[in-house]
């Protein structure tokens, strides 16, 4: 607190900065009653997003303090996690968070958890058994399901969010990313009377619906053939695109899933380099049978506003802009931050500008520094942090040229539009 009081200025004591932090908001509300007043357009479409976000946080007596899986690490770290809803604009394709909560984590969830993990390692080594089906086992409703702890936290979530927003916006679709891309998540969705916009694994066993003969005798066959992702028929084809020797074909097709209980509107992206005839593919679904192919794809790259509005900033912790204001604190001492947004740099690109101008963020904004000869020493550790991340090694013509960017701009840095 006495840092932010330091960097409030005039009106901004020590003292007013806890009153402020003592003062219960609602801040749902506060927000909602923003977005209402300031950018909501009736004329325009907005979805549903939400998405974990994960800050590593050291120490043993902060609120919240857990340990959380971490996509940056690829493991549990130890930290602090928030779940934020935002609509998102189609037409303006921006992000508005409305609602963000910390996730706590009950001792029956991490029992839970602890629970799901063994029952992995003991699939690694099967027993061996007979084939065919064991004796006494019965069908599984599949309609009959029971929500995970973490979707139950998360459904309260959405449905406070739509009955307060409820006289206002009509929501149709909920956007999440891959890590709910089950049938859980499918049922949760319904049950907030939203639908579901994700991503399957993309080694997920699809079907095609059996439409042949009866066979007799017996319940009529519901699955067909198993979808071979390297020999899929093109009359499901809908898009063929060529850019820099990148073919990138596009499927979509309903289809069936063992786990879920109706067909599934599937969308395929396919890309091959036509050099090398190396190929990747990715599985987006949604729960609308009639949603286009071009727009469920629209519609799910448009989750990843929320990742830029909210979550990016802390998942990315060794992009060079997201060291910026800290550097030029650690240079001077004296830095007053007004507006700073953090940009993500995913791996493998450094065209940091062209990507900040592209989503229309300002890179920061302040007052006039100075660097002096003898602190270069101290920019160079900063780029020795960043050098050991596997793929983001910049080249260092790119970062001397952004190093006397900075020093002409003089703290005033680029604007949203040139």
């Known amino acids: 607190m006495l840092g932010l009081s330091r960097w409030a200025g005039k009106g901004g004591s020590y003292r007013t900065v806890q009153r402020f932090f003592s003062t219960v908001l609602p801040w749902a509300t506060l927000f909602w009653v923003f977005f209402r007043q300031q950018v909501y357009r009736p004329e325009d479409v907005y979805l549903l997003a939400g998405d974990e976000v994960v800050v590593t946080k050291a120490g043993k007596h902060t ?13 549990p770290v130890p930290g602090l996690s928030f779940f934020a809803l935002s609509l998102v604009s189609v037409q303006e394709r921006r992000s508005f968070p409305l609602r963000v909560a910390q996730i ?35 069908n599984k409703d599949k309609a009959a399901v029971t929500l995970t702890l973490e979707l139950l936290r998360i459904k309260s979530m959405i449905e406070a969010l739509l009955q307060l927003i409820a006289e206002c916006i009509q929501l149709s679709y909920l956007v999440l990313d891959g890590h709910f891309g089950n049938h859980n998540a499918w049922h949760m969705a319904q049950q907030c009377h939203v639908q579901l916009i994700s991503k399957l694994r993309c080694d997920s066993a699809l079907y095609v619906p059996y439409d042949g003969p009866y066979a007799g005798r017996g319940p009529r066959r519901k699955y067909g053939s198993r979808l071979d992702y390297r020999n899929i028929s093109d009359k499901y084809l809908k898009e063929t695109t ?8 596009i499927y979509q097709a309903q289809l069936l899933h063992k786990e879920f209980a109706p067909p ?35 519609y799910y790259s448009l989750r990843f506003q929320i990742e830029i509005c909210q979550s990016q900033p802390v998942k990315m912790p060794w992009g060079p802009l997201r060291l910026l204001t800290a550097t030029i604190i650690y240079l001077r001492g004296l830095f007053k931050r007004e507006d700073i947004v953090d940009v993500d740099l995913f791996p493998r690109d450094d065209d940091f500008f062209d990507q900040t101008l592209g989503h229309r963020l300002a890179i920061g904004k302040g007052e006039t520094i ?14 020795d942090h960043g050098l ?13 040229q952004f190093s006397i960017q900075l020093v002409e701009f003089r703290g005033q840095f680029l604007p949203p539009e040139l």
């Open 104 to 138: 706590m984590r009950s001792d029956a969830e991490k029992a839970a958890s602890k629970a799901k993990a063994e029952a992995k390692k003991q699939k690694l080594t099967p027993e061996k058994r007979r084939p065919g089906r064991p004796q006494g086992r019965q």
């Open 63 to 75: 609120y919240g303090l857990d340990r959380f899986f971490a996509s940056l690490y690829g493991k």
């Open 370 to 383: 100075e660097i002096f000869p003898h602190q270069v020493t101290k920019v160079v550790d900063m780029v």
């Open 242 to 249: 060529v850019e820099d020797h990148i073919q990138t074909r």
């Open 388 to 400: 050991p991340v596997e793929g983001l090694l910049l080249r260092v013509g790119k970062l001397l």
């Open 264 to 298: 599934l509107n599937v969308v395929l992206i396919v890309k091959t380099n036509l050099h090398t005839q190396a190929w990747a593919h990715v599985i987006l679904f949604s729960s609308d049978l009639e949603l286009a192919y071009d727009t469920l794809r629209d």
